[in-house]
């Protein structure tokens, strides 16, 4: 299984543990992919998390591209900035792998 990882980490400052407020993202464009199909292409998506809670949003599946644009905006709600972070993982649609880069 091909494998790219594109880690993206936000910190959030003051620390609480009821919710405390909004992060809103906004996910543009990705460029140069990993070749994943048999024609030479992709169809990749991103999955968005929240680390420590359940929260996770996608974004829509861009279908044989390796600079998909997706202009795409999410809100996930911050219980605890201290230790919540932001993930962004970007997937192949149909080998359900995800792209790993360095």
């Given amino acids: 299984m091909s494998h790219f ?9 003051s620390a609480a543990k009821k919710p405390v407020g909004i992060l809103e993202v906004t996910v543009l464009r990705a460029k ?5 199909d048999v024609l030479g292409k992709a ?4 999955k968005l998390q929240l680390v420590n809670t359940l929260m996770s949003k996608k974004t829509q599946t861009k279908m044989n591209t390796l600079n998909p644009e997706w202009n795409e905006t999410f809100k996930l709600l911050v219980q605890d900035p201290k230790s919540q972070s932001l993930e962004l993982h970007v997937y192949d649609w149909d080998r359900v792998s995800l792209f790993i880069y360095y």
Avoid: T
């Avoid at 140069?32 to 994943?36: A, E, I």
């Avoid at 169809?43 to 991103?46: M, Q």
């Fill in 32 to 36: 140069n992919l990993l070749k994943m």
């Fill in 5 to 13: 990882m594109c880690f993206i980490c936000v910190h959030l400052s």
């Fill in 43 to 46: 169809d990749p998506y991103v």
